[in-house]
């Protein structure tokens, strides 16, 4: 079993900015992709950014530029810094972890990031 823990999210100002972090610990893979996803109210949950244990990182379109996804692998952490923030990244932020060679997936319980116009 994998648990994830994730902190950082608040309430900020449009423009602001925050940086979550999600502390992984379990039974953890050495080939493995962390991820940040969202959920919004009513609608559904989305692939934010996603990173390999190799550093190959991914981004939706709508924070390419903005949002930045890091990993420290020796204490099996993923960060999102998160930076000019729109009232529409406003959503609960779910932290993700997926073995390769099991295909287990995990989620974390989810930190809510509130962004005001």
């Known amino acids: 079993q994998v648990q994830l823990v994730e902190s950082g999210g608040g309430l900020v100002q449009a423009g602001g900015s925050l940086r979550l972090s999600c502390a992984a610990s379990?039974?953890?893979?050495?080939?493995?992709?962390l991820g940040w996803y969202r959920q919004a109210p009513g609608k559904q949950r989305e692939l934010v950014a996603a990173?390999?244990?190799?550093?190959?990182?991914t981004y939706a379109d709508s924070v390419k530029g903005r949002f930045t996804i890091s990993r420290d692998n020796p204490k099996s952490t993923v960060y999102l810094q998160m930076n000019s923030l729109k009232p529409e990244d406003t959503a609960i932020y779910y932290c993700?972890?997926?073995?390769?060679?099991?295909?287990?997936?995990?989620w974390g319980q989810g930190t809510q990031v509130t962004v005001s116009s």
């Open positions: 379990g039974s953890i893979l050495s080939i493995n992709v």
């Open positions: 993700n972890l997926r073995n390769i060679a099991t295909g287990g997936s995990y």
């Open positions: 990173i390999t244990s190799g550093g190959i990182d």
